[in-house]
């Protein structure tokens, strides 16, 4: 399998020991991207924490060092959920924090779930971006934070891997997304520019309002 294919496929759906090493990398060289969504994400104790496409749960385990709170993690891999619960086995048992396999476009929580929500590195691979928005702004309490955050296009048209399997949405896209499913939304960037955080706050709002 050509290399740059081989690590798309496992960066999108991290499965086995191939998965993890490709994680355990990947962890390395995006650190930043992590602790900038930390910062935008501006947690306080006692919040209600969900990371889209955990991984192996290494931001989680950052977040759960600095803050307390819940925190519950969601990918479409079983294999790298079991290297999140290997990594955060403390916060597990301690019932501070959990892990589910499951497909963000249609989750098991109730409305109304969490008072912030990120994801690092994921809107690449979804299918549906307009349902995807609606499925965070159910699960989201009034006044909650999704945090999204991506490489932008140009960014990620210098990386080989990203030729394989990458969808490329425009901020507008994934703008007009957010304020259809009842988001106001905002763009922070990030890296000197090579990223960006977008902002989401469910808050009521006429639409024509956000700009």
């Known amino acids: 399998m050509n290399v740059f294919r081989f690590i798309a496929k496992h960066l999108s759906s991290p499965k086995g020991i191939s998965g993890r090493v490709v994680s355990f990398f990947m962890n ?3 650190r930043p991207m992590y602790k900038e969504t930390i910062r ?3 947690l306080s104790d006692g919040e209600s924490i969900l990371d889209i496409g955990c991984g192996n749960g290494f931001v ?3 977040v759960a060092k600095e803050y ?3 925190f519950v993690g969601v990918d479409i891999s079983e294999s790298i959920i079991k290297s999140a619960l290997n990594r955060n086995r403390r916060f597990v048992e301690s019932g501070q924090m959990a892990f589910s396999c499951q ?4 989750m098991s929580f109730d409305d109304n779930s969490f008072s912030r929500v990120y994801t690092i590195n994921t809107v690449y691979f979804w299918d ?14 009034p006044e909650g934070v999704f945090v999204n955050t991506l490489f932008t296009n140009e960014t990620l048209d210098g990386y080989p891997h990203t030729k394989y399997g990458y969808k490329r949405y425009t901020e507008k896209e994934l703008t007009e997304a957010g304020l259809d499913a009842g988001l ?3 763009k922070i960037p990030i890296i000197n520019g ?3 955080c977008l902002v989401y706050k469910k808050t009521p709002h006429r639409r024509s309002e956000i700009q």
């Open 28 to 30: 390395w060289q995006i």
């Open 40 to 42: 935008v994400l501006s």
């Open 60 to 62: 989680m385990n950052m």
């Open 68 to 70: 307390s709170g819940s």
């Open 103 to 106: 497909d963000m476009n249609s």
């Open 128 to 141: 549906n971006v307009a349902n995807a928005m609606k499925e965070i702004s159910r699960i989201l309490k």
């Open 184 to 186: 106001a939304v905002d």
């Open 194 to 196: 090579k990223a960006l």
